[in-house]
């Protein structure tokens, strides 16, 4: 606008035309400025208005999404959340949970403190951390279990300003987990009670078994016995008067002798012929080797008894040596020499020891599989060698008796100088049905049973020491009273 010194003398009529144009102009500048105002008016509107769409689309897909999704700052405060977290927590909208901590939340105690540390360390390395299982007591009260994800959120100048983090409810995969360890943990111990059970029984038929064997075999020799003893029990009874016999016989001839000096031819031909000195001589030597030998029989008779008696319901006294001795004579047969080695050599180291409380027919038993497994052993170890290179280095069992140092046991030692075994037979040697004989020469019930009877049933130990190629030794302790 021209001030007023430059303004021309005008007439008055010129200077309202003037001035109304001046008017005019403004007007229409002051509109275009309304225009343009209400234009970028509009365009802030719709700016704000895409701006919430937007904002409403993505907690829309947050929402929608089945994680639980959070943001916190650096402080661990929330910023927001989606509606999955909201309800978790037991709030109306996302909306609430802003400027909250997890101390304001439902969460135990300890929870909090362990979502909070992982929030620190997540920072702190600026690393994310993936598949964290956590425990979660929610808002309904109920104890869940969450796979959470978590990561450090940066600004555009790449520094750290919070952390994002979702996780998912995997409280079903969780209980099915712990329900399936239980079902293993259930699964175990009755495996483990099937599996004793089923060895207790292989253990109790084995043993049943081999007790009908003995059993059979007592039965057997017992009847011998008995068989033995009848005509035994004849012979002897009738040796004593046929020995009196004779020698009234004797005394007899004596006196036709003097009653008849000088008898006749054919009664001296006949006294040269059965040579009557010697007849005298060696008839009651005959007659006392009978003797000896109706002994021997009824001493065989007696240990095949003492080997066969039947174990009762309770402990009786019995001496060790007795039972030995007679499985010694059981086995007399095999230890005897043959034509491919000589006799097996029997060293009896016996001390002092007195009767024990015990089964008699069990340790019989026992006394049976140690010395015929050591005969066994000693048959292996021939094996290749002649008869002379084994009478050189003649097979040997010996068998040590005695008492332990505080009186209270007896120990029984049976080593041979067989062929030994290794370090995989060692781990082996009494588990039930394990054994190094041929089919049908050994059934893997003796050892196993023999621990059975020395261990559980008379509460000793029994042990042994093996060197392969060199020998083996077992060593039997028995409790000498009931334990």
């Keep these: 606008m021209m001030d007023k010194a430059s303004i021309p003398a005008i007439s008055r009529n010129e200077a309202v035309a003037y001035l109304e144009q001046e008017l005019n102009q403004a007007r229409a500048e002051i509109e275009i400025l309304k225009q343009a105002q209400a234009q970028e008016k509009q365009q802030r509107e719709q700016i704000e208005l895409d701006l919430r769409a ?3 689309m993505l907690q829309l897909v947050m929402d929608t999404l089945p994680e639980a999704i959070f943001w916190k700052d650096r402080k661990s405060v929330y910023l927001g959340c989606n509606q999955n977290f909201a309800d978790d927590a037991g709030l109306n909208s996302p909306e609430e949970i802003i400027g909250k901590t997890d101390f304001d939340l439902p969460w135990k105690r300890e929870e909090t403190e362990f979502y909070r540390e992982c929030d620190r360390r997540v920072m702190l390395s600026g690393k994310a951390e993936l598949g964290i299982t956590e425990p979660q007591f929610n808002s309904e009260g109920k104890q869940t279990w969450l796979e959470t994800n978590k990561a450090p959120l940066h600004d555009g100048h790449g520094r750290i300003i919070g952390i994002l983090g979702t996780y998912q409810d995997i409280t079903e995969r969780k209980q099915a987990e712990i329900a399936l360890q239980e079902l293993n943990q259930k699964l175990e111990l009755q495996t483990i009670e099937l599996t004793a059970a089923l060895e207790q029984l292989q253990q109790s038929q084995l043993q049943l078994i081999q007790r009908e064997k003995m059993s059979a075999l007592g039965n057997l020799i017992a009847g011998i016995a008995h068989e033995i003893n009848n005509p035994v029990g004849f012979l002897s009874g009738n040796l ?6 004779v020698k009234e016989l004797f005394e007899l001839l004596d006196l036709y002798q003097e009653a008849i000096p000088h008898p006749g031819q054919a009664i001296k031909g006949k006294i040269d012929i059965i040579d009557l000195d010697y007849l005298r001589e060696d008839l009651p030597k005959l007659l006392q080797s009978m003797q000896e030998g109706i002994k021997r029989i009824a001493s065989i008779s007696i240990s095949l008894r003492t080997f066969s008696r039947s174990d009762t319901e309770h402990r009786v006294p019995f001496q060790l ?16 020499a043959n034509d491919q ?7 009896q180291n016996y001390g002092e020891i007195p009767p024990i409380l015990c089964f008699p027919g069990q340790l019989n038993q026992v006394f049976m599989n140690l010395l015929a497994n050591a005969i066994d052993a000693l048959d292996d170890s021939n094996q290749g060698k002649g008869f002379l290179e084994i009478q050189e280095q003649p097979n040997r ?4 008796t005695q008492l332990s140092a505080d009186q209270q046991s007896a120990i029984i030692k049976i080593q041979d100088n067989g062929i030994g075994m290794s370090q995989d037979i060692k781990h082996k040697v009494f588990d039930n049905l394990f054994t190094t004989k041929g089919v049908g020469k050994g059934t893997g019930l003796g050892l196993a049973i023999a621990r059975q009877i020395i261990v559980e049933k008379h509460g000793g130990k029994i042990e042994f020491d093996s060197e392969l190629g060199q020998g ?3 060593v039997i302790e028995i409790p000498v009273a009931m334990v």
């Design 321 to 336: 040596h007795e039972g030995l001795e007679s499985t010694l004579l059981i086995l007399k047969h095999r230890l005897k």
């Design 472 to 474: 083996t030794e077992f």
């Design 54 to 56: 937007s904002q409403q």
């Design 240 to 245: 004593q008067p046929a020995k009196e016999y």
């Design 341 to 347: 080695r000589p006799a097996i050599q029997i060293t």
């Design 397 to 400: 069992i010996t068998i040590t």
